[in-house]
């Protein structure tokens, strides 16, 4: 069973920065493309950004391509969202997940989630 926690989220000003984590727990963890989506009150959960075991890429949401940084360290099966230059527009309830069918971006396709952590950019 895998099991994923957030953490690091909070508010912060418009041009502020944050780092969230995601501990994961799991065999397969460490094999898994892991990735990052968020959701806005009132509109659906979107893609952020995901990084592949197999090969390292990253991927990222055009909104936050060159603004967030995603990284993992594999021996301590943990996942990490640089989020540089916040705008209000990135508030959101941030949840990491993990493909072990190494998937990117269709979200369906993510086998386990995080609770989510609660990311507020004020203006």
């Known amino acids: 069973q895998v099991q994923l926690v957030e953490s690091g989220g909070g508010l912060v000003q418009a041009g502020g920065s944050l780092r969230l984590s995601c501990a994961a727990s799991g065999r397969t963890v460490s094999t898994s493309t892991m990735g990052w989506f968020r959701q806005a009150p009132g509109k659906e959960r979107e893609f952020v950004a995901a990084?592949?075991?197999?090969?390292?890429?990253?991927y990222y949401a055009s909104s936050v391509k060159g603004r967030f940084t995603i990284s993992r360290d594999n021996a301590k099966n943990m996942a990490y969202l640089q989020m540089n230059s916040l705008k209000p527009e990135d508030t959101a309830v941030y949840y990491c997940?993990?493909?072990?069918?190494?998937?990117?971006?269709?979200?369906?396709?993510?086998?386990?989630w995080g609770q989510g952590t609660q990311v507020t950019v004020s203006s």
């Open positions: 997940a993990v493909s072990t069918g190494g998937t990117i971006y269709y979200m369906p396709r993510y086998d386990h």
């Open positions: 990084i592949r075991q197999i090969d390292g890429n990253t």
